[in-house]
């Protein structure tokens, strides 16, 4: 049941079917022990005296980065992944919500993007029919939900027909249609918050209603860079800035506490810290009282100290359910008060249970479809297509996707541009650096499926042409840089990697020559840029770059005239057809990038145990690590 409040907020008309700007969920309850549990009728009140101080306690649970994770099956490698998805998740949810009489459950956004089933289902008519996700979220009670980034990738109108139909509540308080001059005045495109109101216990025979006032936040600029254009006539606003303009407003609306869905890194808790990660810094504005961090994929379980409020980061994939218990007081004269507070995360279940099979018997029919997709063979590889090796020597997986991209932009860009130079940038987005150390591709040669091209390219991106000076170019460069650890001539054998900065951002432009110095600082690095004739690139020189619509809006920062190209079709379409029409294909990884040379100097590079063929084939010595399944190799710099 849910009850509308009519506040003066400006509802958006520029988009179709979106939810009220606010409403107050009266949360179903859950039966648990045959008793009801958690929500009780708007009216109740509580036998105890006035005056009297009561306890009770609370639980929140988080879900984020589902990524459309349903079962734990990786459909890009066609095997079973134990231990994610939400199916693995379900019984963890049950278990922690039967601990708790009370309990909440959200989910922190990109949750309907992320792998073959979620575009199987974005290219399916939906109409009035929840999405299979929403659905199964619906089944495990969720109270309230943010949407991620990823979450805008199949448009505007999709995500729309998602929340139209989901059986719960979606907040986004920071993205907005129109900007105002404070936020609470801003033009909204979803419901600003909800107040969640739900029973809690205060002694044998005791209730009180409480009211979580939840507030939901993204990247300001991350959805802009979505590959559907209408998401660029969204404007956001700061995640810190709008935080605290809102929080006394939910408090004005009868919030007891305050939730903050954070779609975003944890970050710096100082004040003063830039870029998009705030999930600390709200979590120290006076007046939140919980926060959900996502988006990196990171996890973590801070209970915060005094004045500072407590922050889960449920890793990705359904791979943990974020817990923060509170245990509260009541009094007429204070109303609720945290006085403990505590949060952990709990991994998924290795084996589903019982509370799984809601969830798998949704799942089946479109899991048999997708699988059924993948096998399709689209053509062959003449050698071994890897990214273990990122970072420390040219592959033949990203040129791969480099040859189609370049293939495809030369098509589209005509005489004009004939003369100008073109180059093309592409990541390994997949490596043993980001999250699990067997998260890499490695595809021997023989026959390719369908299931590779998504493998070597799993996000919907688009094709954007950008036109920019050689200064430009060097910038892009340097954020790809940043993957290194600083180098200065004094360290001996550093690992060469930091492990702060994810391995896809490893995007590099393929088609020229240069040299990275690792002795420099990170944005000094890039070296020698030149043609792949020798003719060196001037930084005012006219050059044409190849990349994904969503590196393009984040990293280009460029107006849009400088915008030559953008491509109605996939990044991953276009690799699909240049495998298709090339016979066996053979990528040769140009050597458009070396390490500026150190004499003398090594430096160390981590691998999986299972990457140890690959190194050695490289002409690698490998270095076993001893007690690990993992090993080294040494880098001549």
């Given at each position: 049941?849910?009850?509308?409040?009519?506040?003066?907020?400006?509802?958006?008309?520029?988009?179709?079917?979106?939810?009220?700007?606010?409403?107050?969920?009266?949360?179903?309850?859950?039966?648990?022990?045959?008793?009801?549990?958690?929500?009780?009728?708007?009216?109740?009140?509580?036998?105890?005296?006035?005056?009297?101080?009561?306890?009770?306690?609370?639980?929140?649970?988080?879900?984020?980065?589902?990524?459309?994770?349903?079962?734990?099956?990786?459909?890009?490698?066609?095997?079973?992944?134990?231990?994610?998805?939400?199916?693995?998740?379900?019984?963890?949810?049950?278990?922690?919500?039967?601990?708790?009489?009370?309990?909440?459950?959200?989910?922190?956004?990109?949750?309907?993007?992320?792998?073959?089933?979620?575009?199987?289902?974005?290219?399916?008519?939906?109409?009035?029919?929840?999405?299979?996700?929403?659905?199964?979220?619906?089944?495990?009670?969720?109270?309230?939900?943010?949407?991620?980034?990823?979450?805008?990738?199949?448009?505007?109108?999709?995500?729309?027909?998602?929340?139209?139909?989901?059986?719960?509540?979606?907040?986004?308080?920071?993205?907005?249609?129109?900007?105002?001059?404070?936020?609470?005045?801003?033009?909204?495109?979803?419901?600003?918050?909800?107040?969640?109101?739900?029973?809690?216990?205060?002694?044998?025979?005791?209730?009180?209603?409480?009211?979580?006032?939840?507030?939901?936040?993204?990247?300001?600029?991350?959805?802009?860079?979505?590959?559907?254009?209408?998401?660029?006539?969204?404007?956001?606003?700061?995640?810190?800035?709008?935080?605290?303009?809102?929080?006394?407003?939910?408090?004005?609306?009868?919030?007891?506490?305050?939730?903050?869905?954070?779609?975003?890194?944890?970050?710096?808790?100082?004040?003063?810290?830039?870029?998009?990660?705030?999930?600390?810094?709200?979590?120290?504005?006076?007046?939140?009282?919980?926060?959900?961090?996502?988006?990196?994929?990171?996890?973590?379980?801070?209970?915060?100290?005094?004045?500072?409020?407590?922050?889960?980061?449920?890793?990705?994939?359904?791979?943990?359910?974020?817990?923060?218990?509170?245990?509260?007081?009541?009094?007429?004269?204070?109303?609720?008060?945290?006085?403990?507070?505590?949060?952990?995360?709990?991994?998924?279940?290795?084996?589903?249970?019982?509370?799984?099979?809601?969830?798998?018997?949704?799942?089946?029919?479109?899991?048999?479809?997708?699988?059924?997709?993948?096998?399709?063979r689209i053509g062959e590889t003449s050698l071994?297509?890897?990214?273990?090796?990122?970072?420390?020597?040219?592959?033949?997986?990203?040129?791969?996707?480099?040859?189609?991209?370049?293939?495809?932009?030369?098509?589209?860009?005509?005489?004009?541009?004939?003369?100008?130079?073109?180059?093309?940038?592409?990541?390994?987005?997949?490596?043993?650096?980001?999250?699990?150390?067997?998260?890499?591709?490695?595809?021997?040669?023989?026959?390719?499926?369908?299931?590779?091209?998504?493998?070597?390219?799993?996000?919907?991106?688009?094709?954007?042409?950008?036109?920019?000076?050689?200064?430009?170019?060097?910038?892009?460069?340097?954020?790809?840089?940043?993957?290194?650890?600083?180098?200065?001539?004094?360290?001996?054998?550093?690992?060469?990697?930091?492990?702060?900065?994810?391995?896809?951002?490893?995007?590099?432009?393929?088609?020229?020559?240069?040299?990275?110095?690792?002795?420099?600082?990170?944005?000094?690095?890039?070296?020698?840029?030149?043609?792949?004739?020798?003719?060196?690139?001037?930084?005012?020189?006219?050059?044409?770059?190849?990349?994904?619509?969503?590196?393009?809006?984040?990293w280009a920062d460029l107006a849009d005239d400088?915008?030559?190209?953008?491509?109605?079709?996939?990044?991953?379409?276009?690799?699909?057809?240049?495998?298709?029409?090339?016979?066996?294909?053979?990528?040769?990884?140009?050597?458009?990038?070396?390490?500026?040379?150190?004499?003398?100097?090594?430096?160390?590079?981590?691998?999986?145990?299972?990457?140890?063929?690959?190194?050695?084939?490289?002409?690698?010595?490998?270095?076993?690590?001893?007690?690990?399944?993992?090993?080294?190799?040494?880098?001549?710099?």
């Open positions: 049941m849910i009850h509308r409040i009519q506040p003066n907020y400006k509802k958006a008309t520029l988009f179709k079917n979106i939810q009220p700007e606010i409403a107050l969920i009266v949360c179903r309850p859950y039966r648990l022990s045959g008793t009801l549990k958690g929500m009780r009728l708007p009216g109740a009140t509580s036998n105890m005296p006035a005056g009297d101080t009561e306890h009770g306690r609370i639980r929140l649970m988080a879900i984020t980065d589902l990524h459309s994770w349903l079962l734990p099956f990786d459909y890009d490698r066609d095997c079973p992944n134990v231990g994610l998805g939400l199916a693995s998740l379900a019984d963890i949810v049950a278990d922690a919500r039967s601990e708790a009489e009370t309990s909440f459950l959200f989910d922190n956004g990109d949750t309907y993007q992320g792998n073959v089933l979620a575009e199987h289902v974005a290219n399916s008519a939906l109409g009035l029919t929840p999405h299979p996700v929403a659905r199964a979220l619906g089944d495990l009670g969720l109270d309230a939900a943010v949407p991620g980034n990823h979450d805008f990738d199949f448009g505007v109108d999709r995500l729309t027909s998602i929340v139209a139909s989901a059986p719960f509540p979606f907040i986004l308080t920071n993205l907005v249609t129109e900007l105002a001059e404070d936020p609470i005045a801003d033009t909204s495109f979803l419901r600003p918050f909800a107040l969640c109101e739900k029973e809690v216990r205060t002694g044998p025979d005791r209730v009180r209603t409480i009211r979580l006032g939840v507030l939901g936040f993204i990247p300001p600029r991350m959805p802009l860079a979505a590959n559907c254009r209408p998401v660029a006539r969204l404007k956001g606003r700061d995640i810190t800035e709008t935080a605290r303009a809102w929080i006394p407003e939910l408090r004005r609306h009868g919030a007891d506490l305050v939730v903050a869905l954070c779609h975003c890194g944890l970050g710096s808790d100082a004040s003063d810290a830039s870029g998009d990660d705030h999930a600390r810094k709200v979590a120290r504005l006076d007046g939140i009282d919980a926060v959900v961090s996502g988006h990196r994929h990171q996890e973590a379980a801070e209970a915060g100290a005094e004045g500072v409020a407590p922050i889960v980061a449920p890793g990705a994939f359904g791979s943990h359910l974020g817990l923060i218990d509170l245990d509260l007081t009541f009094s007429e004269e204070t109303g609720w008060k945290i006085v403990r507070k505590h949060c952990e995360l709990r991994p998924a279940r290795r084996e589903p249970g019982p509370a799984a099979r809601t969830v798998s018997n949704l799942a089946a029919p479109l899991h048999d479809r997708v699988r059924s997709i993948l096998s399709e071994t297509l890897e990214t273990c090796l990122a970072g420390i020597r040219p592959l033949a997986a990203t040129q791969l996707i480099a040859d189609a991209m370049q293939r495809e932009a030369r098509k589209r860009l005509g005489e004009r541009w004939r003369d100008t130079p073109l180059f093309a940038s592409a990541a390994p987005y997949r490596t043993s650096h980001d999250g699990s150390p067997d998260n890499f591709v490695q595809i021997p040669p023989g026959p390719l499926l369908l299931r590779h091209a998504h493998l070597l390219y799993p996000f919907a991106n688009r094709l954007t042409i950008l036109k920019m000076t050689g200064s430009e170019l060097r910038d892009w460069l340097e954020r790809a840089a940043r993957c290194y650890r600083p180098m200065p001539a004094e360290t001996e054998d550093t690992d060469i990697l930091d492990p702060s900065v994810p391995g896809y951002g490893f995007d590099l432009a393929h088609g020229m020559r240069f040299a990275i110095d690792l002795s420099a600082a990170p944005g000094r690095r890039i070296r020698e840029m030149a043609l792949p004739c020798g003719q060196p690139i001037g930084p005012h020189d006219e050059l044409l770059l190849a990349a994904s619509s969503y590196r393009a809006r984040i400088r915008i030559i190209y953008e491509s109605p079709g996939l990044i991953r379409d276009m690799l699909i057809h240049h495998i298709q029409t090339s016979g066996p294909v053979r990528p040769a990884p140009e050597p458009g990038w070396h390490f500026l040379p150190q004499p003398g100097r090594t430096a160390l590079f981590s691998l999986p145990g299972r990457a140890r063929a690959v190194a050695e084939a490289a002409g690698l010595q490998w270095e076993e690590c001893p007690g690990e399944d993992r090993g080294r190799v040494r880098i001549a710099l």
